[in-house]
C-alpha cells in the first residue's frame, strides 16, 4: 500500500492538493483535500534515500507535481544512439533513410536490442509509461536482415517488462515488385506478436496501393494501423486525403493514426482545413514530432523556412486528437533527444505557439492522456481502479514544469518505484529502482 499527501494534479485542472491511495497496483482512491496537511507520520519524498522509498509506504509530496505516466506514442527505438555508425551530412530525411538502410545489415540483433532496451529505459526514466515503436524493416535488403530488428525488439520488450510498456508497428514499405515476400513476411511478424501495421505511404511509389495494401492487412489481424503521412515540405503532398477515405470505408475510426503532418503547414489554409476537417469526421488521430521535423524539414529553403512542424492548433480545434513525441533519438534522423516527454513538450509549446497559461494543460494532455487515447490505452489516468502508473517532479505549478524542466523525478510503475534522481549538493543523482 502506498499514501500520498499534498499531492498536485494539474490535469484535474484546479488549484486544490490531494491525497491519493495505491494498493496492488491500482488506485485505490483521489481525495481533493480541504488544505495542506501537515503530518509527521508522511516523510517528505526528498529526503528519503532511495533504499528508504523503495519500503515507505507514507509520503508528503509537499504540493509537487504528479501525472500519470507520460505515453510517447511516436519513437524508433531501434534506430536510437545509431549515430556513431550512421551520419546525415545533408540533414535531410531521404539522405537519413538511405544511410540508415546502408548501415542496416552490418547491425547484429544484439546491437539492435541493446540499442532499444537503452532507449526505452531512458525514456522511463524520464517519467515515460508507455512507449509506441516504429520497427525499421527493410524487405527488400533480405528478410533476415528485417527479421533480426523483430526479433530485437520482442527480447528487448521482454527485458523491460515491468519497467515500460512497448507497442511495436513495423514500417512495412510496399512496393509491387516483392509484395508477395512483403505480405508473408508481415503476416509472420503479427502473429509473433507485433502490436499493429506501420509504414510510410507518401515515400512509395504507389501510396494509394501501398494504403490498400496496409489496410488489408491490418483488416486481416484485426490490428490498429499507424502511418507515417505526408512528411514533406511539399503542399502538394497529400496522401491523408486518401487515408481519410480508407479508415472511414473500413470502420478504422478511432484504431487509425497519422505522424508528422509535415506538408500540412506548407500548403494554403482553406486546403490544410478541409483535411483537418476530413481527419476528424474519419477517426483518424495525429502525433505530432516537433524535434525531429524542426531538424529534417526546410532543408532545400533560403530566408524563410519552413520548419515542417504540423498544424497542431488547428488541429486540436478541429477536434482531431492529437500528441506530441518523441520520435528519433541520437540517430541520422536526429542527432539529440533522450526520450525526455517533458522536453518533448517544452518545444511543442515553442513550435506551435502554446504559451498561455491555458495552453500549458493542452501541452500536457499531448504528452498523457492524449496519447494513451490514440495508442489504446484504456484504463490510464490518475481515478480510483487505473492502473497506478506516475511520475512526480519537483514543480508546484504546471506552468514551471515547462520553465523549469525538472530534474528531480520519481517513478512508479503499477506496483514499485522504478527510477528516481534528485539534485542535491553534488549534482544529479539517479537511481534505477530494483
Known sequence: MLEAINVKLPLQQNDDLYTVKVQGGRWTAVDRQEGIIVSSEHPPIHSLSFDELKTTALLD????????????????????????????RSGTLLEAIENYRGAAPAFTKEMIRDRIEKAAMSSASFGSAVLRSHLDVPVHLGRDIAMRTVEAALEARERVSGIVDIQYF??????????????EFASETLRMGIDGVGGSPHLSPDPETNLAWAFK??????????????????????????????VKAGGYGGRATAGHLCSLS?????????????MS????AAVTLPAVNLYLQGRGDRGNVRRGVTRVRELLEGGVPIAAASDNIQDPFHPFGRGDLLQIGLMTAYAAHLAKEEDII??????????????????????????????????????????????????????????ASRLNRFGLEPSLLT
Open 217 to 246: 492487412l491490418a483488416q486481416r489481424f484485426d490490428k490498429p494501423i499507424d502511418l507515417h503521412s505526408d512528411e514533406s515540405d511539399d503542399p502538394g503532398v497529400k496522401t491523408i486525403d486518401i487515408y481519410c477515405d480508407y
Open 170 to 183: 513495423p514500417m512495412f514499405f510496399y512496393d509491387s515488385a516483392y509484395e508477395r515476400e512483403l505480405t
Open 61 to 88: 509530496l509537499e504540493g509537487k507535481v504528479m501525472l500519470p505516466g507520460f505515453v510517447d506514442a511516436h519513437m524508433h527505438l531501434d534506430k536510437a544512439y545509431s549515430l556513431p555508425w550512421v551520419r546525415n
Open 266 to 278: 506548407a500548403m494554403e489554409h482553406g486546403e490544410a482545413e478541409r483535411l483537418i476537417a476530413k
Open 281 to 284: 469526421d474519419a477517426g483518424v
Open 362 to 419: 493542452t501541452v500536457l494532455q499531448m504528452l498523457t492522456a492524449n496519447p494513451a487515447r490514440i495508442v489504446g490505452l484504456e484504463q490510464y489516468g490518475i481515478a480510483p481502479g487505473n492502473p497506478a502508473s506516475f511520475v512526480i517532479l519537483d514543480a508546484r505549478a504546471e506552468e514551471e514544469l515547462f520553465q523549469e524542466l525538472p530534474s528531480s523525478r520519481w517513478i512508479y510503475n503499477k506496483t514499485r518505484w522504478t527510477f
